[in-house]
């Protein structure tokens, strides 16, 4: 096929992409089961890992939960096996017999330092001997150190690239094998919004962010070059959770009320249509893909100045200014 002719079929494909996107507006899609197979879940024990975990749970996935905290590991697997217990589906025979469940499945915890590869790999060898192949690999266990760039200790900012980016890595190389072999898998990278655009004093933050989503659409592109459409990929990038990870962040108070923190089970909720319906992205609130889109046409300079307007240029400052005072009233009691 010559270049003008194969110029001709890429913009059918491509005008023909928008058109598919645009009957998803109009026509949801199907979402796929997951019952019975095995979901890996990386900091499942508070915030969105709890929630994901719960809501796989819901659909009578197996879970297997990884987290540096034992205690609050446990409590999210004690969530699942309630809403085993709650969800259980039954068949019976009609004539009064007894029903009885017909699949059960099973929430396995492990404590992991996703930080460290060697604690990585080794607890990935454990779930494929104890539980099975992994279907769904869910990295979202992240952290964030709230202190401004010259203030912040070199280990801390080592461990916010470790938590947040590299541990796609050993998580991805631990797991992707079998995924290969079997052309069968989903992997989603949670990472935010600030993955995309940045604001000042989490550089270390926004930093392993954009680590994160670079790796993600590399990663999915090479799938792509491999033709393993069997295996998708979510990236997942919400604005703000309110989970307490950024407390006092704030922008502009008249703008405020359009773009509140978001609830987490809404996140979740939108993050898991998006995994169920293979939807290669999915940005909350929807205005994110505005921002992210006049980030790339806008000049730096204009960028600056609707910062200023909205609040957002310092809208860390009143979350570090509260991390930094936690963190001397917790040293003075030592």
Not at 12 to 26: D, E, M, P, R, T
Not at 89 to 98: H, K, L, M
Not at 161 to 168: I, L, S
Request: charged share 20%.
């Amino acid at each position: 096929m010559n270049i003008a002719a194969e110029l001709l079929v890429v913009s059918f494909k491509v005008i023909w992409s928008f058109v598919l996107a645009g009957a998803k507006w109009l026509v949801k899609p199907r979402e796929k089961r997951v019952a019975g197979q095995v979901c890996v879940v990386t900091g499942a024990g508070s915030g969105l890992g709890r929630l994901f975990a719960t809501e796989f749970a819901r659909r009578r996935a197996t879970l297997v939960l990884w987290d540096i905290n034992r205690e609050a590991n446990e409590e999210t697997a004690e969530l699942v096996r309630d809403i085993y217990r709650e969800t259980e589906p039954r068949r019976g025979s009609g004539d009064g017999v007894e029903d009885v469940p017909f699949y059960q499945p099973r929430v396995y915890t492990y404590v992991c330092d996703v930080s460290k590869r060697e604690s990585v790999y080794s607890t990935a060898e454990k779930v494929r001997q104890e539980v099975g192949n992994v279907t769904f690999l869910i990295n979202n266990a992240g952290v964030v150190s709230g202190h401004h760039l010259l203030e912040c200790p070199d280990e801390l900012i080592e461990r916010t690239m470790m938590v947040n980016c590299h541990a796609h890595f050993w998580t991805t190389k631990a797991f992707l094998p079998k995924m290969l072999d079997l052309n069968h898998g989903h992997i989603v990278t949670v990472a935010s919004s600030l993955g995309l655009f940045t604001t000042a004093g989490v550089e270390d933050y926004c930093a392993s962010k954009f680590g994160a989503i670079g790796f993600h659409e590399s990663l999915s592109h090479e799938l792509k070059a491999a033709n393993k459409d069997g295996i998708k990929m979510t990236l997942v990038c919400p604005f703000l959770v309110d989970t307490g990870m950024f407390q006092g962040c704030k922008i502009r108070k008249e703008i405020a009320p359009f773009f509140p923190p978001l609830k987490p089970e809404y996140c979740v909720e939108q993050a898991m249509r998006a995994i169920l319906t293979n939807q290669p992205m999915v940005c909350t609130p929807r205005a994110m893909y505005v921002v992210n889109f006049m980030k790339t046409i806008l000049p730096f300079d204009a960028i600056v100045c609707m910062y200023r307007f909205l609040g957002a240029d310092k809208c860390m400052y009143p979350f570090l200014a509260h991390r930094k005072e936690s963190t001397n009233n917790n040293e003075s009691k030592i």
